[in-house]
């Protein structure tokens, strides 16, 4: 009798186990799939600046705050995220973000002019916003320490695939049909995952009743906001179409708001209260990832801005050529995600991180030696081999940050992670466009044609990325495995804990 009871105690042991295995990959995967959308969202907007510019009879100022103002929300509301994700559960919170995502969809598809599109703009980036840090959260709480870079390579795949076809897709609509069916395109599968997600994502975290520290949103809102928006103006200040007294205004109320900010932080984490707790910083390990990530993103973001710029203006290719010569080297990337997933799980951050980051190095190296008369082939080649190198540095630059963090902190690193990738895209495009402006100018002046001067100051830019390449490869060599993944009673009890919810 008692080894029947223990044998059917088993049993269901057992089939819990299944039970709650079946819902967390539901979970992870919808949250994967609603992941994917809004990001491909995010970068549709570019290639269709000159198009709204006409239609919308506005200005290209105008139209570039469709993109200013998306950043903008973001910065400002990813910092949040870390409270939210404690203080409400997952199905809500999945909820919300697809909704605001929708309805910002369905308003910029609908808008009759440029004040309501950009309304659309910052409420689709506040459903954007909320939806990374709660994916990255949930995987980190669900997955077993053993497997989580094989779910972040997912991750990474997400991240590297739909910017990858963004511009590509919208190039594309906007050959044959209207802006705004960018958009239509866009709202029926947002719909779609959130009528799945009302039926299906179940809540797998457990809410804690936290107050909100009201004073360190206002002053996140400023610190954040003020930065990025001070980035957002550097390219016209170098360029002399811009004054530059807001830009240096935006970077002092940036500068007071984020170390406001955080002074605040480090005292209510005392009680439990931070808005953002910086104790994740405590981890050697997350801040050298996380200042890596400063890195690679700065460098990927400014590749993306310049390499358009370089095969349209210098080049004249036209912008749906330029779109497919991008296209292999980002859908590359999310190729390669599962696999070094699976790799880092194996072996571990350094066998991967060091051999990416130097073919980063060395083909920002190669792009310093770019002329007026240099062949597409060779930046299509030269693209290929840095997504191939990032998608090495991304999934266990991820997977090792978070990694590295206690779990009740789960929420805040993935805030943290999701604030620098905004703050540090924004830094690298200023600081890339900056650069080559100052260069084009310097050499435009001198009587050279724009061919020959643009190019120039792309190479100066390209120096300037390859520069911080070799700081990445250095820091390479320091990022370390966290220790719960190589130990194997410490993975069964978190797989246990994540299948008991």
Avoid: C, K
Avoid at 147 to 155: K, N, P, Q, S
Avoid at 252 to 273: K, N
Wanted: no cysteine; net charge neutral.
């Amino acid at each position: 009798m008692l080894g029947e009871h223990a044998h059917t105690s088993n049993a269901h042991h057992t089939d819990d186990e299944a039970l709650h295995g079946a819902r967390n990959s539901r979970v992870i995967w919808l949250l994967l799939a609603a992941s994917f959308v809004v990001i491909l969202n995010e970068t549709i907007m570019g290639v269709a600046i000159p198009h709204l510019v006409t239609d919308l009879d506005i200005t290209i100022e105008a139209a570039q705050w469709l993109t200013t103002a998306f950043m903008l929300t973001m910065a400002v509301v990813i910092p949040i995220t870390g409270f939210l994700l404690q203080r409400f559960a997952t199905r809500p919170i999945f909820i919300a973000a697809m909704s605001l995502f929708s309805t910002g969809t369905l308003i910029a598809a609908l808008a009759p002019g440029f004040e309501v599109l950009l309304l659309a703009r910052v409420v689709q980036a506040s459903g954007t916003a909320i939806m990374m840090p709660l994916l990255m959260t949930t995987l980190m709480t669900l997955v077993a320490p053993a497997d989580r870079g094989r779910f972040m390579g997912r991750v990474s795949t997400v991240i590297s695939v739909a910017p990858a076809i963004g511009p590509t897709i919208s190039g594309l609509i906007l050959t044959y049909l209207s802006w705004r069916f960018m958009f239509w395109l866009v709202l029926p599968i947002a719909l779609a995952m959130l009528v799945i997600g009302i039926r299906r994502v179940e809540n797998v975290s457990e809410p804690r009743v936290i107050p909100i520290d009201v004073f360190s949103v206002v002053l996140s809102a400023f610190g954040f906001g003020g930065l990025v928006y001070g980035l957002s103006l550097v390219g016209g200040v170098v360029a002399g179409t811009a004054h530059p007294a807001p830009m240096w205004i935006s970077f002092a109320v940036g500068a007071i708001g984020i170390t406001t900010f955080i002074l605040r932080q480090l005292a209510l984490q005392r009680h439990d209260r931070a808005l953002l707790d910086l104790r994740t910083f405590r981890s050697t390990n997350f801040a050298i990832s996380v200042g890596l990530m400063v890195i690679v993103m700065a460098a990927l973001f400014g590749t993306i801005i310049l390499l358009p710029i370089y095969l349209q203006d210098v080049l004249h290719l036209e912008p749906a050529i330029t779109g497919l010569l991008l296209l292999p080297g980002g859908l590359l990337m999310g190729l390669l995600g599962p696999t070094v997933g699976r790799l880092y799980d194996r072996f571990g951050p350094t066998v991967l991180l060091v051999p990416g980051s130097i073919v980063v190095s060395a083909v920002m190296w190669s792009l310093t030696m770019v002329t007026e008369t240099t062949s597409p082939w060779m930046l299509l080649m030269a693209h290929v081999a840095l997504s191939a190198g990032l998608a090495f540095m991304f999934t266990p630059l991820f997977t090792s940050a978070l990694g590295s963090v206690e779990p009740r902190f789960y929420s805040h690193g993935s805030a943290i992670v999701g604030t620098v990738q905004q703050v540090a895209g924004a830094a690298g495009t200023a600081m890339f466009v900056t650069v080559m402006a100052a260069g084009t100018a310097a050499l435009t002046a001198t009587g050279a044609s724009i061919e020959v001067a643009q190019s120039a100051g792309l190479r100066t830019a390209f120096t300037v990325g390859a520069i911080l390449s070799v700081v990445a490869v250095v820091g390479a060599f320091f990022v370390r495995r966290p220790a719960d993944m190589t130990e194997g009673p410490r993975a069964e009890a978190a797989l246990e804990a994540a299948a008991d919810g």
